[in-house]
């Protein structure tokens, strides 16, 4: 069974770094999907960022998208989000997710349904 535990949050003042790590093992193949999801108080979870670890294909939010990088140390079974110029918008508890990749990288960012998750590390952000 897939285990993913996640680490690195913490408070941060607007403006800003962190970086999350995602330790995953129990995977018997080398390529998969892998994606970082978000959920504030009161909203939906939301997707942040995903990759493509056979390949490197990523994805980002719209919300993120110069702000936040995802990245893997395949030799570690490691992802990493380094997260820079915080808002307070991104409060929230971050949640690693990994699964095969049966759809595009911009879907495995989003709308798919992961079958393996961690219990989230939470991130707040003050002004």
């Known amino acids: 069974q897939v285990q993913l535990v996640e680490s690195g949050g913490g408070s941060v003042q607007a403006g800003g770094s962190l970086r999350l790590s995602c330790a995953a093992s129990g995977y018997t193949y080398s390529s998969y999907c892998m994606g970082w999801f978000r959920q504030a108080p009161g909203k939906e979870r939301e997707g942040v960022a995903a990759?493509?670890?056979?390949?490197?294909?990523?994805y980002y939010a719209d919300s993120v998208k110069g702000r936040f990088t995802i990245s893997q140390d395949n030799a570690k079974n490691t992802l990493y989000l380094q997260m820079n110029s915080l808002k307070p918008e991104d409060t929230a508890m971050y949640y690693c997710a990994a699964d095969l990749c049966p759809a595009t990288i911009a879907t495995m960012g989003g709308l798919y349904e992961y079958n393996y998750w961690g219990q989230g590390t939470q991130v707040t952000v003050s002004s």
């Open positions: 990759i493509y670890t056979g390949g490197g294909s990523t």
